[in-house]
């Protein structure tokens, strides 16, 4: 909604308001205030869009997710570095459906911007490896698979992981 710069200035105007009303004796304002700009720090680091974008992804409701992410105008200036990663990341997962090229692109630029989560990665490299299966990229795509196997700490993908495997094997 707000830009980075603009949710960091909200944040240090309510701070300073708090503690003002903490000066006045105001203790209760105070506290709440210290919360409300907490809030603005916290969408700071976790764009509101993309939270919203990541609950109807949830849902498997791939048009309220576009619909969230498109009203995201400009992200190079109005995210963070991470949430550059999982806005290319949402898309990415949004157009391996239909476009695998193109899935490939947001994939890869979702990688390079970084993601925060290991199973974020896991999957990402997951699905850069099927794309690279279906393209016949076979060294490529085990070299990923490898890679996710290895982020998958809590063994969430493990079926899909042995799945494409199996795949493997057979091409």
Known sequence: MFN?????????????????????????????L????LIFVFLYFRNEMILLA???????????TEKWLSKIKNPETALTTKQQGYYNYLYGIMSSQTNLTQAEKYFRKALKLGLSMD????????????????????REATTLLNE??????????????????QQMKRI
């Open 34 to 37: 210290v919360l409300l700009s």
């Open 119 to 138: 199973h974020d990665l896991a999957m990402a490299k997951l699905s850069l490896a099927g794309i690279a299966m279906q393209k016949r990229r076979k």
């Open 54 to 64: 990541f609950l109807r992804m949830r849902k498997q409701d791939f048009a309220g």
């Open 4 to 32: 980075k710069n603009i949710k960091i200035i909200l944040a240090a105007m309510v701070f300073a308001f708090a503690v003002y009303q903490f000066i006045e004796g105001e203790i209760g304002n105070g506290i709440f």
């Open 148 to 165: 996710a196997k290895k982020l998958d700490k809590q063994n969430m993908l493990k079926d899909q992981i042995k799945m494409m495997q």
